[in-house]
Nanobody
């Protein structure tokens, strides 16, 4: 079973940048997709960005042009570069993976999840 560990969260001022990492270990899939969701307490997790191992990337409208998802295949690590952060980006960010090259935008499609990393953007 694959294990995912996120890192890179923290406190940043509006307009700043952070890069989140999601390291995969264990039974990593030869072809899979990885995604980032985020969750504000009391609300459902929302899709942020996703990437297929074959290359296509997908973004929520709220982060397009500001966030960028990538994969380092040699390190089995996914990254989420977040630029021009806004207070409304404050949330716990989770990475998830599934053994398919098809990126799905709903959380119930994913079985492997990380523990989450907190991102706080101050105004």
């Amino acid at each position: 079973q694959v294990q995912l560990v996120e890192s890179g969260g923290g406190l940043v001022q509006a307009g700043g940048s952070l890069r989140l990492s999601c390291a995969a270990s264990g039974r990593t899939f030869s072809t899979y997709s990885m995604v980032w969701f985020r969750q504000v307490p009391g609300t459902e997790r929302e899709f942020v960005a996703g990437i297929s191992w074959s290359g296509p990337t997908y973004y929520a409208n709220s982060v397009k042009g500001r966030f960028s998802i990538s994969i380092d295949s040699a390190e089995d690590t996914a990254y989420l570069q977040m630029n021009n952060l806004k207070p409304e980006d404050t949330a716990v960010y989770y990475c998830a993976a599934r053994p398919s090259v098809v990126v799905v935008f709903t959380e119930d499609a994913y079985r492997a999840w990380g523990q989450g990393t907190h991102v706080t953007v101050s105004s």
